[in-house]
């Protein structure tokens, strides 16, 4: 800007350490989450896992502001068909075991499908689903 300050946003890529970071966390929680769910091998170390890569759709992103030379960094997960950007790795955990259960073409899920109706309990879809539910009451 004419101040000289910067304001951008700046895909990372897969190899980047900060793309590691967040799949290792998100792995690792995935790894806890199916042990809770009895659905994993009980031998699994949960901190040897991570995610190849980010759900479809999903790109990592760091924004950029202020000083060129040393700017603020902020990194968001992107991807939700709501539009919605992730903050840390752990804000996203609640919307990761939901793509797991709800999009995982793995027979272990089936069961879990049938037999409960399963709906993302992350902090942005649970506000659009209140939302929902009030709007209707109306």
């Given at each position: 800007?004419?101040?000289?300050?910067?304001?951008?946003?700046?895909?990372?890529?897969?190899?980047?350490?900060?793309?590691?970071?967040?799949?290792?966390?998100?792995?690792?929680?995935?790894?806890?989450?199916?042990?809770?769910?009895?659905?994993?091998?009980?031998?699994?170390?949960?901190?040897?896992?991570?995610?190849?890569?980010?759900?479809?759709?999903?790109?990592?992103?760091?924004?950029?502001?202020?000083?060129?030379?040393?700017?603020?960094?902020?990194?968001?997960?992107?991807?939700?068909?709501?539009?919605?950007?992730?903050?840390s790795?752990?804000?996203f955990?609640?919307?990761?075991?939901?793509?797991?259960?709800?999009?995982?073409?793995?027979?272990?899920?089936?069961?879990?499908?049938?037999?409960?109706?399963?709906?993302?309990?992350?902090?942005?879809?649970?506000?659009?689903?209140?939302?929902?539910?009030?709007?209707?009451?109306?």
């Amino acid at each position: 800007d004419d101040r000289g300050e910067i304001d951008y946003m700046a895909k990372i890529t897969v190899e980047k350490p900060r793309s590691l970071y967040w799949r290792k966390k998100i792995g690792a929680f995935l790894t806890h989450y199916l042990k809770s769910m009895d659905l994993s091998r009980e031998d699994r170390n949960p901190l040897a896992y991570h995610l190849a890569h980010f759900p479809s759709n999903y790109r990592l992103y760091e924004h950029r502001t202020g000083n060129p030379h040393d700017p603020t960094i902020h990194t968001y997960l992107y991807g939700s068909r709501n539009g919605y950007r992730f903050r840390s790795p752990e804000e996203f955990y609640p919307h990761a075991a939901w793509l797991m259960i709800t999009s995982a073409k793995l027979s272990v899920f089936e069961e879990v499908r049938q037999s409960i109706q399963y709906e993302c309990e992350c902090r942005y879809c649970e506000k659009k689903r209140i939302k929902r539910v009030r709007m209707q009451s109306l």
